[in-house]
């Protein structure tokens, strides 16, 4: 099995695979594809096919952050097998908080109040944010590119403070297959 993770360099993608434990086998050949100290170092706002072929693709908070969504999932699309699946994780457009139009660094450090409303990514975080997304947007632009929908769930990314756990953000994923 070879997996392709987007947004990942080579030291930081370990986080991604206990987290799609149930989709990854122990055996399977890792890439990475980022702008540096990846596999693949590229633009994934531009037309790019692999040297390989991928059983998975996964884009774990990625999508919100690629300005041309459209040549993203038409990358995805040429780097799949047949049959092969894309894992897409992002922020859901339906949690209200994060995109209150609030200024304090504070709450968006701690909370993700404002977070996208604002500069506030780009500046504490140096993250650009291009989109948001609903649930069945993401549904949408997937059949737009022939994509068959195998699974839409809701996460919730969580900040540990001490030993309180807080949730935020409630995150969207979507499992889809390539025809």
């Known amino acids: 099995m070879k997996v392709l993770i987007i947004g990942e360099n080579k030291t930081s993608y370990s986080k991604i695979l206990d987290y799609y434990k149930e989709y990854i086998s122990n055996n399977c ?4 594809l980022d702008f ?3 596999d693949y170092n590229v633009d994934f706002n531009q037309p790019f ?5 991928f059983d998975l693709i996964i884009m ?3 999508l919100e952050h690629i300005y041309n969504v459209g040549v993203a999932l038409m990358n995805c699309l040429t780097n799949l097998k047949k049959g092969g699946r894309l894992i897409i994780r992002t922020d859901n457009a339906l949690y209200l908080p994060y995109y209150l139009p609030i200024k304090s660094k504070f ?3 701690l909370f993700g109040v404002g977070y996208h409303s604002t500069n506030l990514a780009k500046e504490i975080w140096n993250e650009n944010h ?5 649930k069945n947007h993401l549904i949408n632009l997937l059949k737009k590119f022939d994509f068959q929908i195998e699974k839409v769930m ?3 990314w969580k900040y540990k403070i001490k030993k309180i ?14 025809p």
């Open 107 to 109: 709450l968006a450090k």
């Open 165 to 178: 756990i807080i949730p935020i953000a409630p995150r969207i994923l979507i499992i889809a297959r390539k």
């Open 60 to 62: 774990n908070n990625v």
């Open 130 to 134: 291009y989109h948001i997304f609903t």
């Open 49 to 53: 096919s692999c040297d390989k072929q």
């Open 36 to 38: 540096k100290d990846a």
């Open 29 to 32: 050949e890792i890439y990475t």
């Open 154 to 156: 809701y996460g919730i």
